[in-house]
């Protein structure tokens, strides 16, 4: 199978792993290594098509953007982070109540 | 040989599957952060695999590295020893099935193991958990595959914007093509982006000052090591800031490796000096993205467009942004780490 | 005045204050309510510019679209930026009394600053963004902001729900990008307009638009994605709780519209009717759960829901009447919503709690706080002469031509169910009670804001000819034979 | 200055103004609210004087303000609007005065007096709307004007009767406004025109005009508290007094019935809207609640809410005037309107006055009464005999046209109808009057005020004399050049002239 | 093929079996410090020997020079982060293994 599509796939797969784990687990750390998996799986598949040049040098405007998204991805990656210490600071628990309070 | 790579390729994709679900699986959070680690390490060989050096290089430094450290920092603050005190409220006990054990012993992990077997259920009832799993994994599959579907449908030759590229690259100022994309075609992106991560630290600050961890002092090892590293970081990060206008490299991943380097100093238990925590660290976090404005102003001011290089000017200018944004990135990306505000001189 | 680049003023300045904010934390109250003036201002120039000229595009770098990317600012672009002008300056007054005196301490208030700017930048870059990709960036950026606002209330609710939107605006904000991936890799743009020329329909375009369409609507939270939403917004602080409300979930909502009238133009009627039936659902939903809450911002929260069904109701309309009237009621509901939370803090504020069954004796005592509540929940209502109003009989006028008078009753229905909760809360103004309580002095800049912004949310109603000739500047809804 | 298009819109600042500065005045600034509030209904009365002698010089005042692309808010006075201006303005001097005097010392006047200005600011507007969108607009503010004056006592029960209130007359402006987007979507105008604007319509929207007919009558009946709407009437009772006396006898029932005179004749036009049918009905819900509310009143002991029983039956004497689609009836119906507000203000003054200097509030407590309030019985007794039709007073006019009229066209089931209500009238009111002339009083009164020599407070006594005199004279001068009877016969022959 | 290449194949499958073992060790050894040790040692080794694999190979001595770089890198990482491991393993109490 061509590359490009190859990796696409395994992008696409990444994406909806990681969207089973956000949904199924609870602690938020898993909740927050699930995003970035899923992020990964988008980025993957920005990338892999960007193959799709004939043999030339990929397409480098999605390589730029997924340069970004990743910078981006490392930001919010922190700031949960720090919100999920907050978190547990608050609440003993690192995973969020069922219901939201009512 | 396009059929071993074919192998590799498929050998490669099957490995991140099957990391990213050990990780995220993974009952024993520790093994679960090593496990995306080396999930990114990975991640990192796609890139090269697919002709995306620059990303390999960001991938790596960023997502794997510092990511994996700011993971693993935060779960040794969400250990037992630490949460304690920091909380206003009087918290209750974790319970047993959170309780998230460091353990790099392979006996401990099984108790670990035994402890979290299950990943805690978002459903109480088992019998609704399993069936609401069941619908769940279903309706993903189906997600997957309709997704999969869509993507091979696309056309297998798109040459997308790089022709564009291609030709507007003389006029860019630099030669390799993803920095011209990130600093000059699309640098209003990059602008907004590292206002993103400049965000993203006044939202840890503004959590409040946790408390530190008093670490175990480093040792004479790791004092050491840092000292040998840290002016070598240094310089790659130069190297590699300088080197992105024409090769793979650039702001972000010199930026990253600077952080790297800030993230062993801070592991060696070096703390910024209260006079320079307050004003003269804030200049430099705010540094990138101030000298980004400040050119789009003045650009603006001489009669162009916002971000509109003059095309003799464009290498120099591309240049000093990136100096200027590769020091706030790496300052905030260990600033992150620290994972809270310094704490800063009298003068609060 | 003409060749002033104000689009580019207009995000760049709120982005300098916010720096400059953080850089002086001790003085951050001034330079935020000085670039609150500034940008308003802008703002108003840039409507001179589009006024006087047209729609506007801006190619930023001079590289122009598909390579570069362009800003845009028709009529639609600029409501939402006067919208978020306005409430924003209403938001930065009132902050700065919340901030500075309320329990919260001087240091939250030097936190508030540069993130709110922050938000405020992500929001005009918002509006004025042609590119799919920037609009991601935007969106991450009004995300992280819109969470760190929140977590400025502390607290265990507070901490918790700021995490919950996190995650979910995380989530919508991936979901959104692998749509971009699609189109992009479809026809080789990320430019609205260029899309729209190029853009057919095929399974990846399917894939993108229901990949785009879900993420967006978890930010816009929808009736059934509103779970997040109203511990979110109850447990904000007050502007903030406002500023989400008004603004934020509006943002992700504008970011659809755009796509389903350019990008989209083919999704078909079924696709169409399901949004109008979520968003009946919202209103019905969110106005039988804000009829329930015992809790004055998790009610104003609920109607929140409520609200943004309303605005659904226009994709099946589907006519240029319709439209206008969707957008109306986000202009009204905006004001409207910004007066509710503000008087909501002002009642917390002075009485420490926002319990519905103990208002009266806090709500007396507070008599402008009480008028703003009242006057904002006419429009909510869409009693005339009311923005409410307005955005109502532009709804129902187009439901009974369109023949599909059922999306009139749930207008109607929802108008009851409005009118129900802002009386039983208004009704507490009016009981006897005679016992004191324990409260402190709100300061005047908050209640008089909120009193204000509540005014705001009346008048609108008197505007419309010439805010709905100004939206049709570069005509967003395309030029089919009015409605 | 151009007057035309100023002058509505001081008439209605003439209230507005003064109820916005007031709800800023501290409650204890009694004289200059008072003051403001005097001025203003004075003011209101100039202007209104000023108005009515353009009117009859052919004057035009019309204000128009864009509301949305294609359709306005309109103010204009034609001669219907004046009859109803001119009846609120100076209902509103003498309710003021009053009330001044009624809730002297109570707490939160500045707020009442805020709302109060705002309430008669709606009625004046829901008289001056020149389309069915202005007309919406003031009846909806006039609902939300008039509920803080429902619940001002703060009660339990008056919260509660404040709630129903609510209930019946936001689903009616709910009604209201859904039958007005529907007609504007058929007809692409909203402007009262005489003889209606609808006739000219393709016959396929008939049923569709039927529908909205209906949803627009429902929407006025509310307000106008026709059977089966009007259960939130007897409830709002608790009011104070004041309150009672204007939202039953101008502003609240009367804006109702005002209403659906202009939906029949400057909507649909008479002849329209009896082509299409739905005037019988519309007689025979008015007649039905004439006989119903006189029924009931008949059984309440306590004062205000048999009156408030009464007023049902009354103000569905205008409904019947105007459905019973004859140029005669059409002018007993318009003629009531005035007089039934002049006379039920009385009785409310009256009945106020008790409660306030002697504490009765119920019929069985009136014993007497006459001979320690003479002049208070003597405006209640005036009143009385008019809403009984006796001859020369103001109710004998209007039932007289009614009878007339109803002949004249052939529905003599009217007639009945009239003489069972005037019946009942006498059975409930009569044995007021003979409890209170002719029975011996009671050793003392439930909670006597003394107010020195006289038997009440001046601002309290003179209110329902003025009234009473009104009624009086209403019927003594109804044929009288620019009388009233004059006047109604020149809107009506608007609407009937060939 | 020139010699050149046949000494940089044989440097090079050297090299991969070095890996090999260590990870081999890293699966079966019983306890931390063992894991360790055959880690730190086999991955040394093996690296060393595949960037000389990969020298023989390289276009200029400037690459070499970055090879040989790369690879004292990581010998000075590698040696100090294994016994930071096993000395934060002896802190938290773990017992070496013994048979």
Request: glycine residues 10%.
């Amino acid at each position: 199978m061509n590359p490009a599509f190859l990796y696409a796939l395994v992008g696409v797969g990444l994406f909806t792993l990681g969207l089973y784990a956000l949904i199924v687990h609870a602690h938020l750390l898993r909740k927050i290594l699930a995003i970035n998996v899923m992020a990964s799986g988008v980025f993957l598949v920005l990338v892999a098509l960007a193959t799709r040049t004939q043999g030339a040098a990929p397409d480098p405007v999605p390589h730029a953007m997924v340069i970004t998204g990743i910078v981006v991805a490392v930001s919010a990656t922190a700031l949960a982070l720090a919100l999920m210490l907050r978190v547990r600071a608050e609440t003993g628990r690192a995973e969020l109540a069922e219901e939201p309070l009512e | 040989m396009t059929l071993l790579q074919s192998v590799f390729d498929a050998l490669l994709g099957f490995a991140l599957l099957w990391l990213a679900w050990q990780a995220l699986a993974s009952p024993d959070l520790f093994k679960g952060i090593v496990l995306f680690i080396a999930f990114g390490l990975l991640m990192a060989l796609a890139w090269v695999r697919l002709d995306a050096p620059d990303i390999a290089l960001a991938e790596a430094a960023i997502g794997a590295g510092l990511t994996g450290a700011l993971l693993l920092a935060a779960l040794a603050r969400l250990d037992k020893s630490s949460w304690r005190g920091f909380g206003r409220t009087p918290v209750r006990p974790p319970e047993g099935n959170n309780r998230d054990v460091i353990h790099p012993s392979k006996r401990d992990t099984k108790s670990a193991h035994e402890k979290t077997r299950k990943p805690k259920p978002i459903t109480e009832n088992g019998k609704g958990q399993a069936a609401f799993c069941g619908l769940l994994v279903v309706s993903l599959s189906a997600l997957a595959a309709g997704l999969g579907y869509a993507v091979l449908t696309l056309p297998s030759q798109a040459p997308g914007l790089s022709d564009s590229v291609a030709a507007s690259l003389e006029a860019s100022g630099v030669s390799n093509p993803v920095t011209a994309v990130l600093l000059n075609f699309r640098g209003y992106d990059t602008l907004l982006e590292l206002g993103v991560l400049l965000l993203a630290l006044f939202g840890v600050w503004s959590f409040g000052v946790v408390p530190e961890r008093r670490e175990s002092s480093p040792g004479p090892v790791l004092d050491r090591l840092s000292r040998l590293l840290i002016p070598w970081l240094i310089l790659v990060a130069g190297y590699l800031l300088w080197v992105g206008a024409h090769a793979p490299g650039g702001a972000f991943q010199a930026g990253s490796v600077l952080a790297a380097a800030g993230v062993l100093w801070l592991l060696t238990g070096w703390r910024l000096d209260t006079r320079f925590s307050g004003w003269p660290l804030r200049i430099i976090l705010v540094a990138g993205l101030g000298v980004f404005v400040v050119v789009a102003v003045v650009l603006i001011l001489m009669g162009g467009r916002l971000l509109e290089y003059p095309p003799s000017f464009a290498a120099a200018l591309i240049l000093l942004i990136e100096a200027a944004a590769t020091l706030s990135i790496g300052i905030t990306l260990a600033a992150l780490f620290l994972g809270s505000r310094p704490e800063t001189g009298p003068q609060r | 005045m003409s060749d002033i680049h104000w689009p580019v003023i207009v995000i760049l300045l709120p982005l300098a204050g916010g720096v400059a904010c953080f850089l002086w934390p001790r003085r951050s109250v001034l330079l935020g309510l000085l670039t609150a003036l500034g940008v308003v201002a802008c703002v108003a120039g840039l409507g001179g510019q589009v006024v006087e000229q047209g729609a506007q595009r801006y190619a930023v770098g001079g590289w122009g679209a598909p390579l570069g990317i362009d800003l845009y600012a028709d009529g639609l672009s600029l409501l939402m930026l006067t919208v978020t002008a306005v409430v924003g300056l209403g938001i930065s007054v009132y902050s700065s009394g919340y901030f500075e005196r309320a329990r919260y301490g001087q240091d939250r208030a030097r936190h508030f600053w540069p993130v709110w700017l922050f938000l405020w930048t992500a929001l005009n870059a918002l509006f004025l963004s042609a590119d799919i990709f920037n609009l991601y960036v935007t969106l991450e950026l009004l995300g992280l902001a819109a969470v760190a606002l929140v977590a400025l209330a502390g607290g265990a609710d507070a901490v918790s729900g700021a995490m919950r939107y996190l995650l979910v605006s995380l989530l919508g904000s991936l979901f959104y990008l692998l749509g971009v991936a699609l189109l992009y890799h479809s026809f080789g743009s990320v430019d609205i307009a260029i899309l729209a020329q190029r853009v057919e329909p095929s399974p990846a375009v399917w894939a993108a638009m229901g990949l785009m369409i879900v993420g967006l609507l978890l930010k816009t939270a929808l009736f059934p994605l509103h779970f997040w939403l109203p511990s979110v917004h109850a447990s904000a602080p007050a502007p903030v709780s406002a500023l989400l409300s008004a603004l934020v979930v509006k943002a992700s909502f504008y970011i659809l519209l755009r796509l389903w009238l350019e990008v989209f133009p083919f999704a078909n009627a079924a696709l169409a009717q399901l949004l109008g039936l979520l968003g009946a659902a919202a209103v019905f939903w969110g106005g039988f759960q804000a009829l329930r809450q015992t809790r004055l911002k998790m009610l104003i929260a609920y109607s929140t829901v409520a609200q943004l069904g309303y605005l659904f109701l226009a994709f099946p309309l589907a006519s240029i009447t319709g439209w206008t009237g969707a957008l109306y009621m986000l202009l009204s509901h905006a004001a409207a919503k910004t007066a509710m939370f503000m008087a909501a803090g002002n009642i917390l504020y002075f009485g420490g709690h926002d319990r519905i069954a103990d208002l009266d004796r806090v709500v007396q005592r507070l008599p402008l706080t009480i008028t703003a509540f009242a006057l904002a929940g006419i429009s909510i209502m869409g009693l005339p002469p009311s923005g409410g109003f307005i955005a109502k009989w532009l709804l129902l006028e187009t439901a009974i031509r369109s023949a599909q008078w059922w999306w009139g009753g749930v207008l109607i229905l929802g108008g009851l169910l409005s009118a129900a909760w802002v009386f039983k809360v208004v009704g507490y103004a009016f009981t006897r009670s005679e016992v004191p309580h324990e409260a402190r002095a709100v300061p005047a800049t908050m209640e008089w804001t909120a009193l204000l912004m509540a005014v705001l949310a009346i008048l609108l109603g008197l505007f419309a000819p010439w805010l709905l000739a100004l939206l049709e500047i570069g005509s967003p809804f395309g030029r089919e034979n009015a409605g | 200055m151009n007057w035309g298009a100023t002058l509505p819109l001081l008439v209605l600042a003439s209230s507005l103004l003064p109820g916005l500065v007031i709800f800023f005045l501290p409650e204890e600034r009694v004289a200059t609210r008072t003051t403001l509030n005097l001025a203003g209904a004075v003011l209101k009365l100039v202007l209104v004087g000023v108005m009515i002698w353009g009117v009859f010089h052919g004057s035009h005042y019309e204000t128009r303000l864009p509301l949305l692309p294609g359709l306005d808010l309109l103010l204009r006075a034609d001669s219907l609007s004046m009859l109803f201006v001119v009846l609120s303005s100076i209902l509103w001097l003498v309710t003021t005065v009053y009330a001044v005097g009624y809730l002297e010392g109570s707490p939160n006047r500045s707020r009442f007096f805020g709302f109060f200005s705002l309430c008669v600011t709606a009625t004046v507007g829901v008289a001056l709307a020149g389309n069915l969108v202005t007309f919406l607009l003031f009846y909806e503010l006039l609902t939300l004007a008039t509920y803080p004056l429902i619940v001002h006592r703060g009660t339990d029960e008056a919260r509660r009767a404040g709630r129903t209130y609510l209930i019946y007359t936001v689903a009616g402006g709910t009604l209201l406004l859904l039958g007005t987007v529907w007609l504007y979507t058929l007809t692409g105008t909203l402007d009262f025109t005489a003889r209606g604007f609808l006739s000219g319509l393709d016959e396929a929207h008939h049923a569709a005009l039927i529908i909205i007919f209906v949803l627009l009558i429902a929407g006025l009946g509310v307000k106008a508290a026709l059977i089966p709407l009007h259960g939130w009437l007897p409830q709002a009772m608790v009011a104070p007094a004041p309150v009672s006396a204007l939202l039953h006898a101008v502003a609240v029932v009367k804006a109702g019935a005002f209403g659906i005179v202009r939906v029949v004749y400057d909507v649909y036009g008479v002849q329209f809207s009896a082509s299409l049918g739905v005037t019988l009905p519309l007689a025979i819900v008015a007649a039905a609640t004439i006989i119903y509310g006189s029924m009931r009143a008949l059984f309440q002991d306590d004062l205000k809410r048999r009156l408030a029983f009464s007023t049902v039956s009354q103000v569905a004497y205008i409904v019947l005037g105007i459905a019973i689609a004859g140029p005669v009836a059409a002018v007993g119906g318009l003629v009531h309107l005035v007089h039934q507000g002049v006379m039920k203000i009385t009785l409310f003054f009256c009945a106020g006055n008790l409660a306030e200097t002697l504490g009765i509030h119920k019929v069985s407590e009136m014993n007497g009464v006459g001979r320690r309030m003479p002049w208070t019985m003597v405006a209640f007794t005036v009143a009385v005999f008019g809403m009984m039709g006796a001859p020369p007073l103001a109710g004998f006019i209007s039932k007289w046209h009614l009878g007339l009229g109803a002949l004249d066209v052939g529905q003599g089931w009217v007639i009945f109808i009239l003489a069972g209500s005037s019946l009942l009238n006498a059975a409930y009111f009569l044995p007021i009057l003979y409890a209170a002339w002719f029975k011996p009083p009671p050793d003392s009164w439930p909670a006597e005020r003394s107010f020195g020599r006289r038997e009440t407070a001046w601002a309290l006594l003179a209110p329902p004399l003025v009234t009473a005199f009104l009624t009086l004279a209403l019927g003594l001068l109804a044929s009288a050049p620019f009388g009233l009877l004059q006047w109604a016969r020149f809107i009506t022959q608007l609407e009937y002239a060939p | 093929m020139m010699p050149a290449d046949y000494l940089s194949v044989v440097l090079l499958i050297a090299g991969g079996i070095f890996f090999l073992a260590g990870t081999l060790g890293l699966l079966r050894f019983p306890d931390v410090y063992t894991r360790l040790h055959a880690l730190t040692k086999a991955d040394n080794v093996g690296l060393g020997l595949i960037v000389a694999g990969l020298a023989l190979h390289a276009e200029s001595w400037t690459v070499v020079g970055k090879l040989l770089l790369i690879w004292l890198l990581v010998l000075l990482a590698g040696a100090s982060v294994a016994h930071l491991v096993a000395a934060a393993a002896r802190q938290r109490g773990i017992k070496a293994w013994k048979r």
